[in-house]
């Protein structure tokens, strides 16, 4: 078993025992979208948990080290990316900046907070990718600032088809320090989920807009 896989298990068991991601295959959560999800993830709890956002933040930093050394600045999305993307930014010694969802309306009307320079290259942190849509908006973002996005690295997917399309299609580089599979992995031999659950489960990645509809 690779570091790397180790690194992935373990971030997926921390995720699950602060509550950052519920597991609800039988019970499903609804999302704004209308959707039906068994699976809910809020990774701003890992800020209130000190051992667990050292340990993402460690993440992220090996990652970057070993995948992207010529990473120059380090950009967080608003707003759950950005106090992580400060930690490693602090770490690695780099600049950080944020990238807000859309311009502000006032004053410079930067979309960006903090100086991304023409021709730097930028690791954009995320903290979950859904649908993929806001993360490619802030890759965006630094492109029409002249910078260059190495990767979005986050600490979560789900994995979706409809996200990884996405990417691909915007040309944008993603990586993630743990993901779906994984996490059905470790909850399954923890005991969270039953073997029962692993077929519905697996079955809503694959097809999210049918998942809970009655047929």
Wanted: proline fraction near 6%.
């Amino acid at each position: 078993m690779s570091p790397l896989l180790n690194k992935s298990e373990q971030i997926a068991r921390y995720l699950l025992k602060i509550g950052a991601v519920a597991l609800r295959p039988q019970d499903p959560f609804t999302w704004t979208s209308g959707i039906k999800s068994p699976i809910y993830c809020d990774n701003r709890l890992t800020l209130s948990f000190p051992e667990v956002r050292g340990y993402i933040a460690d993440a992220f930093v090996e990652t970057i080290a070993s995948t992207y050394p010529d990473a120059e600045v380090i950009a967080g999305t608003a707003t759950a990316g950005i106090p992580h993307a400060a930690w490693v930014a602090d770490k690695l010694n780099l600049p950080m900046a944020y990238i807000r969802d859309k311009a502000k309306g006032h004053g410079k009307q930067n979309q960006i907070e903090g100086l991304i320079s023409p021709g730097q290259k930028v690791v954009v942190i995320e903290d979950l990718i859904s649908t993929g849509g806001s993360s490619i908006k802030a890759a965006q973002a630094v492109q029409e600032a002249g910078g260059i996005p190495l990767v979005v690295l986050a600490i979560f997917s789900y994995e979706l088809d409809r996200a990884a399309e996405a990417f691909a299609a915007a040309g944008v580089p993603l990586q993630t320090l743990s993901n779906y599979t994984t996490l059905i992995d470790v909850a399954l031999a923890q005991g969270t989920i039953a073997d029962t659950d692993v077929e519905l489960l697996q079955s809503w990645r694959k097809d999210p807009a049918s998942f809970g509809v009655q047929k």
